[in-house]
């Protein structure tokens, strides 16, 4: 028997949702829709009645973890904010307020480090093309490597910021006698 045939390790591409039931399948494929969809199509992808996939859809549009869209067919699609807020409520769950700070400073440290190295503010300034021939010790994809990691400091300290504020507003203050 092949190594195929097993049932243990991750599940295939062509069907990751395999083991799991209809609402797990319906969720992981709308984790993974980037676009409006029907909820036939969604049904198609997880192998259901879509009136079972418009039942899991509404429940998640409820939820807020989906926005539906009015229309014939209405259409449905992952709510990014919702998945913003989540991670937010979880950093602020899980790290101290000095563990946040400390990642805090150092991203601003990073995103400093990037501003004074292609003089600009945010990375949407930044003519890669124009940065690397300016710079022969750096190659056009080494300069978008740059943007994209400046661009996700620039999030990833956002949100940590928001963590930081929830987490200090629920945290009594200390009292100095």
């Given at each position: 028997m092949?190594?195929?045939?097993?049932?243990t390790g991750p599940p295939s591409f062509e069907d990751?949702?395999?083991?799991?039931?209809?609402?797990q399948r319906i969720y992981g494929t709308m984790l993974q829709t980037r676009s409006p969809t029907t909820a036939s199509v969604i049904a198609e992808r997880v192998d259901c009645d879509p009136k079972t996939a418009r039942k899991y859809l509404g429940w998640f549009?409820?939820?807020?973890?989906?926005?539906?869209?009015?229309?014939?067919?209405?259409?449905?699609?992952r709510n990014d904010?919702?998945?913003?807020?989540?991670?937010?409520?979880?950093?602020?769950?899980?790290?101290?307020?000095d563990e946040l700070r400390e990642r805090i400073?150092?991203?601003?440290?990073t995103i400093k480090t990037y501003e004074q190295t292609?003089?600009?503010?945010?990375?949407?300034?930044?003519?890669?093309?124009?940065?690397?021939?300016?710079d022969q010790e750096r190659t056009v994809?080494?300069?978008?490597?740059?943007?994209?990691?400046w661009q996700s400091a620039?999030?990833?300290?956002?949100?940590?910021?928001?963590?930081?504020q929830q987490r200090a507003g629920s945290e009594p203050e200390s009292v100095s006698s």
């Open positions: 092949g190594n195929s045939d097993s049932t990751p949702f395999v083991g799991d039931d209809v609402e549009a409820d939820l807020g973890i989906v926005t539906k869209h009015d229309g014939r067919p209405a259409t449905y699609e904010a919702y998945f913003e807020w989540r991670r937010v409520n979880q950093l602020a769950a899980t790290r101290s307020l400073r150092v991203l601003t440290a292609y003089d600009a503010v945010t990375p949407a300034e930044v003519d890669a093309l124009a940065a690397a021939e300016r994809d080494d300069t978008y490597g740059d943007l994209a990691d620039r999030e990833e300290r956002t949100r940590l910021e928001r963590a930081r």
